[in-house]
């Protein structure tokens, strides 16, 4: 385990030419750490105390950072900390389900300042990219014209199969159908004159949680998010990791048997995943919108709720198993866009799952609930087009890019 923050502090470089790249490191010294005086963060880039003032200048003229008010020790002169300005630039990320679209606008320090959402039952490709447009222009007029021209980026997280699993979800197939011939990046694109980067919606999350949440003091873990489906991604040495043809954290094709002669055994999608529970709601006559509120854990529905618990709690502790044995990693984190209380009782029963399996020849890995919750597809979403215009690691976002190929 690193000490918080420390995979992401890039060394700035005194050498000319490097102006640019500077300035980045600066920028993510000061969002991972606060406001800091100059002087520290001179000693935290380690760059020289001159170049950290040039540096300043210009982000300042720029309208990226501010000076906030000085604070005054027990000797010497008052510090004055270097914040980042939350109206320098701002990002939107679009998230694209099975179930709905949510749109957030997210600033400069990473805030959420607004959002807009449409909730359906199957995303119908004739109407989506219109309610997109009309989610956009919602959230630019929020912002004003002398703001709305601060807008750098758009981030859209979506399945890399929106159209999959009809079987399923009960979704006409030819409308499922035409999502394999659709280029979600595009569509979106058309409806902005900004630059739009794509990413799959697990790997979006886990670009949220790698960014602002456990990936500061973890460098390895494996994320499974439950939403309408299940899915995962995995993060080796701080990056995101694709594989070589996607699959790496594709963890709801993960069988939950062995497959014989009669037929293919379910995946872990069919068994952990929230459309599951919103089926039982469905065959008892419930409100299946439960699902993903404080309803889950309410009567009528908390007696179905048990029952999915108890299958998707042990069926996520055997996706958390194989994961060990295939790259040892020691630490799994599970997040949801369920209700929190669900996720934490999901949680709980999935951590005590684990004991429902032996351990011999490896170490049992740690379960921890994932800090951003039911937002983390579209934060992460929008912190694409944050990172691609302002972090110092090019590398890292070039990889998070290429898990969505």
């Not at 980045?24 to 001159?50: H, K």
């Amino acid at each position: 385990m690193t000490p918080d923050g420390a995979w992401l502090r890039p060394r700035g470089s005194s050498q000319s030419g490097m102006s640019h790249f500077n300035e980045r490191v600066l920028l993510q010294a000061i969002r991972l750490n606060g406001g800091l005086p100059q002087a520290d963060l001179a000693r935290l880039t380690r760059l020289s105390t001159q170049a950290v003032a040039l540096i300043v200048r210009r982000l300042a003229a720029q309208g990226l950072v501010v000076r906030s008010a000085p604070r005054r020790g027990k000797v010497g002169q008052p510090s004055v900390p270097i914040m980042l300005d939350p109206d320098g630039a701002y990002f939107i990320g679009v998230q694209v389900g099975r179930r709905g679209v949510e749109l957030l606008l997210v600033d400069f320090a990473g805030h959420i300042r607004a959002r807009d959402a449409l909730a359906y039952r199957h995303p119908d490709p004739d109407l989506l990219f219109g309610q997109i447009d009309a989610g956009l222009q919602a959230l630019r007029r929020q912002l004003g014209p002398r703001q709305a021209a601060r807008l750098r980026g758009i981030g859209v997280a979506a399945p890399l199969s929106l159209g999959g699993w009809q079987t399923l979800l009960g979704g006409d197939a030819q409308q499922a159908a035409r999502w394999d011939r659709i280029d979600l990046r595009a569509g979106v694109q058309a409806c902005s004159d900004v630059p739009v980067v794509f990413a799959k919606d697990t790997v979006a999350a886990c670009v949220a949680e790698l960014v602002a949440g456990h990936g500061r003091s973890l460098r390895s873990f494996v994320y499974i998010f439950v939403g309408t489906f299940i899915g995962g991604a995995l993060v080796l040495d701080s990056s995101v990791h694709a594989g070589l043809k996607g699959n790496a954290g594709a963890l709801g094709s993960l069988p939950l048997a062995c497959g014989d002669e009669d037929g293919a055994p379910a995946q872990l999608l069919s068994t952990a995943s929230l459309f599951a529970l919103e089926r039982r709601y469905l065959h008892a006559g419930l409100d299946q919108r439960a699902a993903h509120d404080a309803r889950a854990l309410q009567r009528p529905w908390l007696a179905h709720t048990e029952a999915w618990l108890e299958g998707a709690a042990r069926a996520i502790a055997l996706a958390a198993c194989n994961a060990t044995c295939l790259v040892d990693v020691g630490h799994v984190v599970l997040d949801s866009s369920a209700h929190p209380a669900l996720l934490a009782r999901l949680l709980e029963r999935s951590t005590q799952a684990l004991s429902y399996y032996r351990w011999e020849g490896v170490r049992r890995p740690s379960l921890q609930g994932g800090v951003i919750g039911a937002d983390a597809r579209a934060v992460g979403a929008a912190l694409l087009p944050l990172h691609a215009n302002f972090a110092p690691d090019r590398d890292l976002f070039l990889k998070i890019l290429s898990a969505a190929a």
